[in-house]
């Protein structure tokens, strides 16, 4: 089920998320709900990746779509794609690298709004998958800031809240749109 997007202001978006309680790993109420953000986000053309609590949902998941890391080839549709969803419980960033960039954003929870952040370029994540397995991925460019941008979404913060420069972009015809939002 396609679950609407809250928006800031929403109280939900500015609370810290719980982790996921044990009881609930390998369940079907889990499965739903990751089934419910996987769907909502595959209806967003730009949206990258989304955390529970943009959905309402106040626990530690977010769910990655490494689909849509790559930029589309010439007259590629991202509907085309098959979905590649990771999904990421009660994650920690358990590494980032010294050296940091500003990236552009946006957010799915903050419509027709981008910024640009400071990122760092390498980041590592340790969480658990839906059976309660642990595991590690590390990752840089896009996904990187995927990583650290859902993360902020678990504690409550949204890009916004640190970005450098915010910006409302005008749509023309023919623009093409690199900016992804999570």
């Not at 978006?13 to 109420?29: A, I, K, M, V």
């Not at 943009?54 to 010439?74: A, K």
């Not at 552009?104 to 590592?124: F, H, I, M, P, Q």
């Amino acid at each position: 089920m396609v679950l609407p997007i809250l928006q800031d202001g929403a109280d939900t978006l500015r609370t810290p998320s719980d982790p996921l309680p044990e009881r609930l790993f390998g369940t079907p109420e889990l499965r739903k709900m990751i089934t419910d953000m996987a769907e909502t986000v595959a209806k967003e053309p730009d949206g990258v990746a989304i955390a529970a609590p943009q959905v309402g949902i106040p626990y530690q998941i977010f769910l990655v779509r490494y689909d849509r890391m790559e930029p589309l080839g010439e007259g590629e549709r991202i509907e085309e794609r098959a979905p590649d969803v990771g999904v990421f419980i009660n994650p920690k960033l358990s590494k980032l690298s010294r050296k940091s960039s500003e990236v552009d954003e946006g957010c799915l929870s903050v419509r027709g709004v981008y910024g640009s952040t400071v990122r760092k370029d390498r980041a590592t994540i340790e969480a658990r998958d839906e059976e309660g397995v642990h595991f590690t991925r590390g990752a840089g460019g896009l996904l990187a800031q995927a990583f650290q941008h859902e993360v902020d979404h678990l504690n409550g913060i949204l890009f916004v809240d640190h970005a450098v420069k915010i910006w409302k972009p005008r749509a023309k015809k023919g623009d093409s749109d690199d900016i992804h939002a999570a």
